[in-house]
């Protein structure tokens, strides 16, 4: 089905808030007709194309399963068997796809890879991470909080470690969704400075993860070292030295605080042994929330429902 003026999902400033919201509550209630087994296939005869140039287990298993259960189907492209390997540009790949596909979601490293793919496609594109973005997991994040603990308006969040992908969208996710959001990170691993200036409002950045935490109630941390970064990882593992999460680091924050973390984890680098199992985290249902937030992301965009 072809929309002349697709909508897409690069980062989450792409939906206002009221339909960020819609997204989350759609969220919730797509999870409850699952766990009813209830048959829902809005997506007969829809395709989704999902292009991986980097690894996954979530991202891919949630958006082929949540295809599948909506009706639909999906194909996986990686670079290594689609001429996007072999360098046809991104642009001529987009017009293609699109033109076969319903859908698209994107894993790539350069943000503007997949805002190139945007501007050349006909269907919607997803940003599913880049190397700037990963609002995908935001949405899953935003669902998790929501269901423990209620809306997350004026409520604090802090984010210890890396100033990375999933720390650029918990800014834009402080900003659409209104909290204030608390940022521990060695110095020269700070998120971009613009965004940090358009939020100024809205974040503080600091030295010390034990003044992030204080008071918050969502503790935030993922890998020091990236997908792509792999060759930093032991200079990382130096500079973020004294950034790891622990139980005594959660006993700072608020008595209610969740604890997440997008995964995959590093055990006795970013998170102590056993955190997940503590029953402040929430890790595996934020996971699972991926497939749930996703599908109703693709209902967003594909059915357009009036908000
Ligand atoms: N959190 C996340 O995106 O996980 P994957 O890399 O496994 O998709
Ligand atoms: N920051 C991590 C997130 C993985 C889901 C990465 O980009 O590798």
């Given at each position: 089905?072809?929309?002349?003026?697709?909508r897409h999902f690069?980062t989450l400033l792409d939906l206002n808030p009221n339909e960020l919201n819609w997204v989350i509550q759609r969220a919730i209630e797509l999870k409850?007709?699952?766990?009813?087994?209830?048959?829902?296939?809005?997506?007969?005869?829809?395709?989704?194309?999902?292009?991986?140039?980097?690894?996954?287990?979530?991202?891919?298993?949630?958006?082929?399963?949540g295809?599948?259960?909506?009706?639909?189907?999906?194909?996986?492209?990686?670079?290594?068997?689609?001429?996007?390997?072999?360098?046809?540009?991104?642009?001529?790949?987009?017009?293609?796809?699109?033109?076969?596909?319903?859908?698209?979601?994107?894993?790539?490293?350069?943000?503007?890879?997949?805002?190139?793919?945007?501007?050349?496609?006909?269907?919607p594109?997803i940003?599913?991470?880049?190397?700037?973005?990963?609002p995908c997991q935001l949405l899953a994040d935003m669902q998790t909080f929501i269901e423990?603990?209620?809306?997350i308006?004026?409520?604090?969040?802090?984010?210890?470690?890396?100033?990375?992908?999933?720390?650029?969208?918990?800014?834009n996710a402080?900003?659409q969704f209104?909290?204030?959001?608390?940022?521990?990170?060695?110095?020269?691993?700070?998120?971009?400075?613009?965004?940090?200036?358009?939020?100024?409002?809205?974040?503080?950045?600091?030295?010390?993860?034990?003044?992030?935490?204080?008071?918050?109630?969502?503790?935030?941390?993922?890998?020091?070292?990236?997908?792509?970064?792999?060759?930093?990882?032991?200079?990382?593992?130096?500079?973020?030295?004294?950034?790891?999460?622990?139980?005594?680091?959660?006993?700072?924050?608020?008595?209610?605080?969740?604890?997440?973390?997008?995964?995959?984890?590093?055990?006795?680098?970013?998170?102590?042994?056993?955190?997940?199992?503590?029953?402040?985290?929430?890790?595996?249902?934020?996971?699972?929330n991926r497939l749930h937030a996703q599908k109703a992301l693709m209902e967003f965009l594909l059915l357009k429902p009036a908000i």
């Amino acid at each position: 089905m072809i929309s002349k003026q697709p909508r897409h999902f690069l980062t989450l400033l792409d939906l206002n808030p009221n339909e960020l919201n819609w997204v989350i509550q759609r969220a919730i209630e797509l999870k409850a007709i699952r766990n009813q087994g209830e048959i829902y296939e809005p997506f007969k005869n829809r395709v989704l194309g999902m292009v991986f140039s980097k690894s996954s287990t979530r991202t891919r298993v949630s958006f082929e399963a949540g295809m599948a259960q909506l009706g639909g189907h999906a194909i996986f492209l990686s670079p290594r068997d689609t001429q996007l390997g072999r360098g046809e540009p991104i642009d001529d790949s987009a017009k293609v796809i699109s033109s076969m596909v319903d859908i698209v979601m994107i894993r790539t490293d350069e943000h503007s890879i997949v805002e190139d793919f945007a501007a050349n496609s006909q269907v919607p594109v997803i940003n599913a991470l880049t190397d700037d973005y990963h609002p995908c997991q935001l949405l899953a994040d935003m669902q998790t909080f929501i269901e423990h603990r209620g809306s997350i308006q004026g409520k604090t969040v802090a984010w210890v470690g890396d100033g990375n992908n999933v720390c650029q969208s918990f800014i834009n996710a402080a900003r659409q969704f209104d909290f204030q959001l608390q940022i521990a990170c060695p110095e020269g691993f700070e998120p971009s400075s613009e965004l940090v200036t358009a939020n100024k409002d809205r974040i503080t950045i600091s030295r010390t993860p034990e003044e992030a935490v204080k008071g918050a109630h969502l503790v935030v941390t993922d890998t020091w070292a990236s997908m792509g970064q792999e060759e930093e990882k032991q200079e990382r593992e130096q500079a973020f030295a004294g950034y790891q999460v622990d139980e005594a680091m959660l006993d700072l924050a608020a008595d209610d605080v969740l604890f997440m973390h997008c995964l995959p984890a590093y055990r006795g680098m970013e998170i102590s042994e056993n955190l997940f199992s503590d029953p402040r985290s929430v890790v595996f249902e934020e996971a699972e929330n991926r497939l749930h937030a996703q599908k109703a992301l693709m209902e967003f965009l594909l059915l357009k429902p009036a908000i």
